[in-house]
């Protein structure tokens, strides 16, 4: 198990993104296959690959296509989560910026499969270049008739429509996203079973399927090649690739697409491995997921079950490294301090809690730490986790939680001692003024 370059297959290949290089390369004959097929053949072909969604959570993909209405009685929707907000992950960005046409084939598919006309790719705001060479993909598609009215002759229509967002963490929540879609604030929605699930009333009321990325592209490749070529690789419940965003103290940062069930540390051998000193930890799917230290880094396999039995999640594949000159402590500060500037404010646990947990870490490593802070910080994350409304509470409470359990002695240190136990002196600034409304205010 190793670097599996399935999506990746043709990232390097010279003008990729250009829609004649791309068909020489095997380019739409998925959605050529597909558009000889029953909607519901497409659905059992993503259910034979045993593929999961990649955003984070890795709910199985066709159980979502399957649960939209079967017919062309109302309108249907097909949303591509583009934010890719989670701190540490950027595998979407370079997806969308070297092989836009993956995507939008996987969308087309999606239309197909779900009996939806329309799709909406939601992109941060920050991803200009993606957003204008996906632009240009679309363009392209809508040329050679793979993309708007009787696609291909089937009869099937299909739209592609690139909405912006404004830099909002929270707007990356299926719900939240679909809000903003929706020209609303980017809150999130009640969720089921107090509301109906997104594929029965979804962005405007209508049926709606929203998939990451990385999904739709890893459908893509499934209709072309066979859902039991894909299930060919992975682990029993893993199945296929991940593509990992390796960032932080390691020799070559990337994007790395690996077979489901890789050995944590063999993909930090291919990345490299450790810079500038030993490991002290890793966390593995982006800032929202536990810490490891080196000895259960030894045990994890990248893939849902393994990370899950060790304590931490896959999530999003946000893959960070940290040396032994790290300051544990002041990593969670900056971590908090990033769920605190993004906790969008509709609920008390998150609002309130994720501003207590910057304060505390704050004054800890600043040399204001009290006897009780980590029990403290251990209260406020128990009233958090749980007990909002939307993961974002959730994410904000768990790597604290991880840290404290990892690295209980650097914080009892830096309290005791008023400096860091690994004598890094630096304490990242406040960004506060970075929020327009608190900029605002202060003018
Ligand atoms: C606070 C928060 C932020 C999220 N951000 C993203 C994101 O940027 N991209 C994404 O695909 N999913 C994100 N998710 C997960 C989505 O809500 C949703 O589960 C996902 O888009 C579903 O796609 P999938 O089934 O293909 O994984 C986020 C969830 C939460 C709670
Ligand atoms: S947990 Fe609550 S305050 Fe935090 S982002 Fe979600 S809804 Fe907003």
């Not at 399935?6 to 959605?31: K, P």
Request: proline share 5%; glycine share 12%.
């Amino acid at each position: 198990m190793a670097i599996l370059n399935l999506l990746f297959e043709h990232r390097d290949v010279e003008g990729i993104g250009n829609i004649d290089v791309w068909e020489a390369n095997g380019g739409y004959e998925g959605v050529r296959k597909a558009a000889a097929l029953e909607p519901q053949v497409i659905v059992d072909e993503i259910k034979t690959s045993g593929l999961r969604g990649r955003g984070g959570a890795g709910f199985p993909t066709w159980i979502k296509w399957n649960g939209l209405p079967k017919n062309y009685d109302a309108p249907h929707y097909v949303l591509c989560n583009a934010d890719e907000g989670e701190p540490g992950t950027f595998k979407d960005r370079e997806l969308i910026l070297k092989i836009p046409h993956l995507l939008i084939e996987g969308m087309i598919l999606a239309g197909f499969a779900t009996y939806s006309k329309v799709g909406y790719v939601y992109i941060r705001g920050e991803y200009v270049e993606p957003a204008w060479q996906l632009r240009k993909a679309i363009d392209q598609a809508y040329a050679k008739g793979y993309l708007g009215k009787n696609i291909l002759g089937t009869g099937r229509d299909f739209d592609i429509y690139i909405h912006m967002g404004a830099g909002s963490y929270e707007c990356g929540e299926e719900s939240a996203l679909m809000s903003s879609l929706m020209g609303e604030r980017g809150n999130p929605r009640l969720k089921f079973p107090h509301a109906p699930l997104p594929t029965v009333a979804g962005v405007w009321q209508a049926p709606t399927l929203i998939n990451n990325v990385e999904t739709y592209c890893a459908a893509a490749w499934i209709i072309k090649h066979s859902g039991e070529e894909y299930a060919k690789y992975g682990t029993e419940k893993s199945k296929g690739t991940k593509i990992m965003s390796v960032s932080g103290h390691v020799a070559r940062t990337g994007n790395y697409e690996i077979e489901m069930g890789t050995p944590l540390m063999e993909l930090l051998n291919m990345a490299g491995g450790v810079k500038d000193g030993v490991l002290k930890a890793v966390i593995p799917g982006g800032s929202s997921v536990q810490i490891m230290r080196p000895e259960q880094c030894e045990k994890i396999n990248l893939d849902y079950e393994s990370c899950g039995a060790n304590g931490t999640l896959l999530g999003s594949g946000g893959f960070m490294v940290f040396n032994d000159k790290t300051d544990i402590v002041q990593l969670m500060r900056r971590t908090s301090q990033f769920y605190m500037h993004e906790s969008c404010g509709k609920c008390t646990p998150c609002r309130e809690g994720t501003r207590w947990l910057f304060k505390i870490l704050d004054r800890i490593a600043s040399g204001n730490g009290q006897k009780g802070d980590v029990e403290l910080l251990l209260d406020v994350c128990s009233q958090i986790d749980g007990r909002s409304y939307c993961g974002l509470g959730d994410a904000a409470a768990w790597p604290i939680v991880g840290a404290i359990k990892a690295f209980r002695s650097e914080f009892d240190y830096w309290i005791e001692h008023k400096r860091s136990p690994i004598g890094n002196t630096f304490v990242p600034p406040v960004v506060e003024a970075v929020n327009p409304v608190l900029a605002l205010t202060s003018v």
